[in-house]
């Protein structure tokens, strides 16, 4: 198993380019995060979907749109891209399992650089 | 979005020392998780806490779940080289559907 995986690794844009950051898991989770990553500040969640066909605004949504056509695949869009959105995004998927807590796995990363 | 205040943000320490650090909260969790970041790669769980009081190991790492319910702890015995990354703290909310984290304790050691 691969676990969660993210495309692309690095990425330098412009400001007002748009791209789309692509997650994948082999794990059948149903539930699926996009976090931002800031020096100082933790991870921030931006949307989740809790399973195909859904999505849901997380803390700092802004600028961003996400879909989940795939239960396996969970795409991160950002139609204008800004400075402020110069950061490292991770994405995750967890599994609800009625336990106390279900343990979110995490992907390596992407670095995006707007200038 | 509720708030986790982790210190120290970050410790420089040798080789062997002990550490310690902790979250904070101005809400009560049920569940405390401590993660660690390795450089260059995505938070792994390392402990899940789920009751106040609560103890748990994991090798050399140590977490309690603070009886308040709004602090948790990590301490790190006899460091060793492999530990470096940043540590982070978070609970679930809204249900289990979402997690909060904490700003983070860069631990680096020096040679």
């Known amino acids: 198993n691969a676990g969660v995986t993210q495309t692309p690794k690095f990425r330098v844009l412009k400001t007002g380019q748009s791209m789309t950051l692509l997650c994948a898991q082999d794990?059948?989770?149903?539930?699926m995060y996009w976090y931002r990553q800031d020096p100082g500040m933790g991870l921030r969640l931006i949307h989740y979907?809790?399973?195909?066909?859904?999505?849901a605004k997380g803390e700092v949504p802004d600028g961003y749109n996400v879909s989940r056509l795939k239960k396996q695949n969970f795409l991160l869009g950002l139609e204008s891209a800004a400075p402020s959105q110069t950061s490292v995004y991770f994405c995750?998927?967890?599994?609800?399992?009625?336990?106390?807590?279900?343990?979110?796995?995490f992907g390596p990363g992407t670095r995006l650089t707007v200038t | 979005g509720q708030q986790l205040n982790q210190s120290p943000q970050s410790m420089f320490i040798q080789e062997g020392e002990d550490v310690s650090m902790n979250c904070t909260s101005s809400s009560i969790f049920n569940t405390w998780l401590w993660y660690k970041q390795d450089p260059g790669e995505g938070p792994v769980l390392l402990i899940a806490l789920y009751k106040a009081g609560e103890l748990t190991s994991n090798g050399r790492l140590t977490a309690q779940f603070g009886i308040t319910r709004k602090d948790s702890f990590l301490n790190i015995s006899a460091s060793i080289p492999s530990d470096v990354g940043i540590y982070f703290c978070?609970?679930?909310?809204?249900?289990?559907?979402?997690?909060?984290f904490g700003t983070g304790t860069r631990l680096t050691i020096i040679p």
């Open positions: 978070a609970g679930p909310y809204f249900g289990n559907e979402k997690l909060t």
């Open positions: 794990m059948n989770h149903e539930y």
């Open positions: 995750a998927s967890s599994q609800l399992q009625g336990l106390p807590f279900d343990e979110q796995y």
């Open positions: 979907s809790v399973g195909e066909g859904t999505t």
